[in-house]
């Protein structure tokens, strides 16, 4: 009788088990955003001229495939956030905006592709205010791992 | 790698079965354990009430009662029933949790507080259960699919808050309980009043709570890529307050009762400073460092008012009950105007929401239900049915769900069969109509869209005016069998849950993870196939509880994260998206306790959890939340002494165990070793007895990530070291 609970717990227990798992390994890794290359622009404390177009150059790595990746230019007038840079750039007076840059965009990565150069022409108008801005890079691999940079720049 | 893992968990679990057959075969010192007897209230409730319940109920039911949350009293209800194998939380800052019943939560557990599903805004990360712990005298928690008893959303399993029992006839009274926390400065106090004559009474509380930012054991933390500085190790802006107003009244007689409930639970707390908004974000370190107390933007209002009525009454052999319900549900999220997408850099003057008004959500909730229970020869019947209507306002300058209107409606019934005294057999059948409509909803600004190369400026729409009606037939089916000593149990059944208005139609940024939310307007309601078996063996000096479970969703609600951004609203953030996928899940809970003496024992406590996702774009992939298993080694020390009553020192560990089964965007956790202790007594003071609780939690003050935290995404370590002391003082006045 005392028997019982256990030989229906190892009951239990051989039938839990025995729905064992047969996936395949799953990605569990971040793509990374690259911008240590001499060519790479714009990095941390990188100045950008208006009224010009620049280039943005980064590279991409993933363990599988990337996904796609966006590029977001807002105004860091009032200091608002920190990059993820650990050397931190001078920053102008706190100011308000009148007429701040803003830039959004998303771009492709050809399917299948486990590095990629990416390179993006960027116009900033002549007519924007000048000084401290954030130049984020959002990468994404196939399965949806977000890797983030956030610079600071400076539009003159 | 992932099957070792599993080998070592299955083979922990297999060892930890062979010790308790071996002590099966060892114990020979059997010693008189009386059935426990509970105060409560002035009502006396046997503790043989419980074990029947749980002999003749299929599903899986854990109860606890108010001297179980006073001895492991957390920041909020759901924190201080997380001993419970199977029961966790995910926690936001100090003062508020959601439960999170072996994995599911969110619309997939509901909890039930004096008969009433409680409505909030549960489908929210951010969102803490608006409930007065103070006020708790009895939950029971099924683990397991519960649809045909509560309806829609409860296919994880229910949290059911019971109705305090009336004061005694001819009785005035009531308590005081004084609570402190060392790791948040928290000072909470309660306020209990209670009276009846013959057949009419009262019931009433008062609470209120006041506290700190909390502390965590590290001066730097890690929001994605960026590095926080911490002052003097507390978590910026996590202050809080609470205040809440409870009142019970009503008729008792021998024929009808008939009881008023009226409730008011009001919070503001706030969000840790450096993680809200587009992006990790600098504040200004000055203002929110200067005090510990005070809670500046960001930070969340809510409200939640309820008012019902229970009236019960008996005719012939049936027991009638009816309910009918209301609620409001205030919510506010204040936070300072970020312009995002291409919102005006500097905030209009003439917008129809305040400045810093993030989100506002309003929601009111109407409920009616009333059932029959009968006997007839050895079946006793329970039929009912439940309306619910609902509506749902927003506002704010930020989008994330459309308003929505939802009718809800059921019909249903069970039968539990006593064959003898030791044989249980159980069916219901349940059906469910459900209908809810969104409001079409624009940007109150323009956004340039380029089509054939030509750019306008456009109010882009967010989301349709869109009807949905969902209809569902669900089953349960459960035996008990009750031989001596051994409990077996086994339960199969369905559940469904219909798609929320989240699920459904979100288009908008969730501000705490950086990332744009994006619903399906195709998701059909989600079902759940859920075998559950129990075995529960009681004995003088040992008993031992063994859960497993096994469960299956064809098309489970999941929001699965792409690799695309959205370039309007999004400001270029990750885009999340609702889907369907076919989830197995299978665990165990258990629970053993061995009396080495009468006043010495010891318990493990264990649970482990498994899912995968079957199909869909995460094939192979977990489910977000998936707490790793764990084992809660615990030893009791209750002397008898004479002055002192119920005296009690315990000493717990627990094992939590590294997660490796994650999916994006979710980080590996690492393992964690974590000490609590607790003691105290009741002190005999005339006719009262004033009991007295302490507590340290996290006695080393131990760094570690919770897996299931609100704050675990952007690494915020868990509270630090906490020392507890809680005091109730009743007090009543003979007439």
């Known amino acids: 009788m005392k028997k019982i609970p256990f030989l229906l717990g190892v009951l239990a227990l051989a039938f839990i088990s025995s729905c064992s798992s047969d996936n395949a390994a799953i990605d569990t890794e971040y793509p990374v955003i690259d911008i240590t290359a001499a060519n790479s622009f714009p990095i941390q404390c990188s100045t950008i001229e208006r009224g010009k177009t620049f280039t943005f150059k980064a590279s991409f790595n993933d363990n599988v495939e990337l996904g796609s990746y966006s590029l977001d230019i807002h105004h860091n007038f009032d200091h608002h956030t920190h990059s993820t840079e650990v050397n931190t750039c001078e920053t102008d007076a706190v100011k308000k905006p009148l007429n701040p840059m803003l830039f959004i965009n998303n771009y492709t990565i050809p399917k299948g592709a486990k590095s990629y150069e990416a390179t993006a022409q960027i116009t900033i108008p002549a007519d924007v205010d000048p000084g401290d801005y954030h130049f984020m890079i959002r990468l994404t691999d196939k399965e949806g791992w977000q890797t983030l940079k956030g610079l600071s720049i400076k539009i003159l | 790698m992932k099957n070792a893992q599993f080998l070592y968990w299955k083979y922990c679990f297999l060892l930890v079965g062979l010790l308790i057959s071996s002590e099966v075969v060892s114990q020979n010192k059997p010693s008189e354990k009386k059935p426990e007897i509970k105060e409560l209230n002035e009502v006396i409730v046997n503790g043989n009430a419980v074990e029947k319940r749980k002999k003749e109920e299929s599903l899986n039911v854990e109860t606890v009662n108010s001297s179980f949350i006073q001895r492991n009293l957390g920041g909020s209800l759901m924190q201080s029933l997380q001993k419970l194998p199977g029961v966790k939380t995910i926690s936001i800052g100090s003062g508020g949790s959601k439960p999170l019943i072996r994995g599911l939560s969110f619309n997939q557990v509901i909890v039930v507080e004096n008969g009433l599903k409680h409505e909030g805004q549960q489908w929210g990360a951010d969102h803490g ?59 909470g106090s309660s306020f209990n009043l209670y009276g009846r004559n013959e057949n009419w009474f009262f019931d009433s509380r008062l609470t209120t709570m006041d506290y700190g930012d909390y502390r965590v054991p590290t001066d730097v933390v ?166 619910v209507g609902q509506e749902n306002a927003i506002g704010g300058w930020s989008f994330l769900i459309p308003a929505f209107t939802q009718f809800n ?226 030893l009791n020390y209750e002397p008898q002494t004479g002055f002192l009553k119920d005296s009690y020192f315990s000493f717990d560990y627990r094992f939590t165990a590294e997660q490796n089964n994650i999916v994006p965007p979710e980080k590996k956790t690492a393992e964690s070793h974590v000490f609590n202790i607790a003691l105290g007594t009741k002190i005999k003071t005339g006719k009262e007895n004033i009991s007295i609780n302490f507590q340290i939690q996290n006695l080393f003050n131990t760094k570690y990530l919770n897996h299931t935290s609100f704050y675990r995404l952007i690494e915020l370590p868990e509270a630090g070291r906490n020392i507890i002391v809680s005091m109730k003082i009743p007090f009543s006045i003979s007439r």
């Open chain 2, 409 to 634: 409606a059921g019909l249903f019934a069970y039968n539990k069969i006593e064959l003898n005294e030791k044989w249980f057999l159980h069916g219901a059948v349940r059906y469910d109509y459900g209908t809810i409509k969104m409001k079409s909803y624009y940007d109150w600004f323009e956004s340039p869209v380029s089509e054939n190369n030509q750019t306008q400026l456009e109010y882009l729409q967010r989301s349709d005016d869109l009807t949905k009606t969902f209809n569902s037939f669900t089953w349960s089916a459960g035996v008990n069998y009750n031989p001596g000593n051994l409990t077996l149990k086994a339960n199969l059944g369905s559940s469904f849950r219909m798609p929320i208005a989240k699920e459904l139609a979100s288009n908008g940024v969730n501000y705490h993870y950086f990332r744009f939310e994006k619903g399906n307007p195709n998701l059909d309601a989600e079902r759940s196939y859920q075998l559950d078996l129990g075995m529960e063996w009681q004995q003088h000096n040992w008993s031992f509880q063994l859960t497993p479970f096994v469960n299956y969703f064809p098309n489970f609600i999941y929001l699965n994260p792409t690799s695309a951004h959205d370039i309007y609203y999004g400001a270029g953030n990750q885009v999340f998206e609702y889907e369907q996928s076919k989830v197995f899940r299978y665990g165990a809970e258990l629970q053993t306790r061995y009396y080495f003496l009468k006043s010495l024992s010891a318990e493990i406590a264990a649970e482990y959890l498994y899912s995968e996702q079957k199909s869909g774009s995460k094939k192979g992939y977990t489910l977000p939340f998936s707490p790793p298993p764990s084992v809660l080694f615990g």
């Open chain 2, 129 to 187: 259960l608006e409930i007065d712990q103070y006020a708790v005298n009895r939950v029971e928690i099924i683990k397991g699919p519960s649809s045909f008893i509560y309806g829609s959303d409860a296919v994880g399993g229910a949290v059911n808050i019971k109705p305090l029992p009336l004061p005694s006839k001819n009785s005035f009274g009531g308590s005081v309980d004084l609570t402190g926390k060392s790791n948040n400065a928290l000072f």
């Open chain 2, 222 to 387: 890690h929001v994605y890529s960026y590095s926080v500085p911490l002052y003097k190790n507390h978590l910026r802006n996590t202050a809080g307050r609470e205040l809440d107003f409870h009142l019970s009244t009503g008729y008792s007689g021998e024929k009808l009762k008939s009881v008023f409930y009226f409730s008011n639970v009001h919070t503001k707390s706030g969000f840790f400073a450096n993680a809200h908004g587009l992006e990790p974000r600098n504040v200004d370190i000055e203002l929110h460092d200067e005090s510990s107390r005070d809670i500046l933007m960001p930070y969340q209002q809510v409200n939640h008012l309820k008012v019902s009525n229970t009236t019960s009454f008996n005719l012939g052999n049936h027991a009638f009950e009816t309910q009918i319900g209301f609620q409001k549900n205030f919510r506010r999220e204040w936070s300072h105007y970020v312009n995002h997408g291409y919102m005006p850099p500097i905030y209009p003057d003439d917008m129809y929401a305040p400045k810093d008004l993030e989100r506002q959500y309003d929601k009111d909730v109407w409920s009616f239900s009333a059932k029959d229970e009968f006997a007839i020869n050895r079946h006793k019947i329970t039929i009912g049915t439940n309306v």
